[in-house]
């Protein structure tokens, strides 16, 4: 589940079409930081991070749940 975030993550952020340090500012992160997860170091973040990243850069609406055949990949 962690690495589906991730991908959506860095599909938004490269949608965003900012310099890192713009997004990086847009999320509420430092630069560094998201070039951690642009690079895609997934064991950098705990689920809790990845869960507020995504939260962040508007991933979650108010109708946002995952499908039991998500789980696990």
């Known amino acids: 589940m962690k690495r589906l975030m991730f991908l959506a993550e860095t599909e938004q952020v490269r949608g965003w079409k900012l310099t890192q340090a713009e997004a990086a500012r847009r999320l509420e992160t430092t630069q560094p930081r998201l070039s951690d997860l642009m690079r895609g170091w997934v ?7 990845s869960v507020s990243l995504a939260a ?4 979650f609406g108010a109708d ?3 499908r039991s055949s998500m789980i696990g990949q």
Request: charged share 15%.
């Open 43 to 49: 064991n950098s973040f705990s689920l809790d991070a």
């Open 56 to 59: 962040r850069a508007g991933l």
């Open 64 to 66: 946002c749940h995952f």
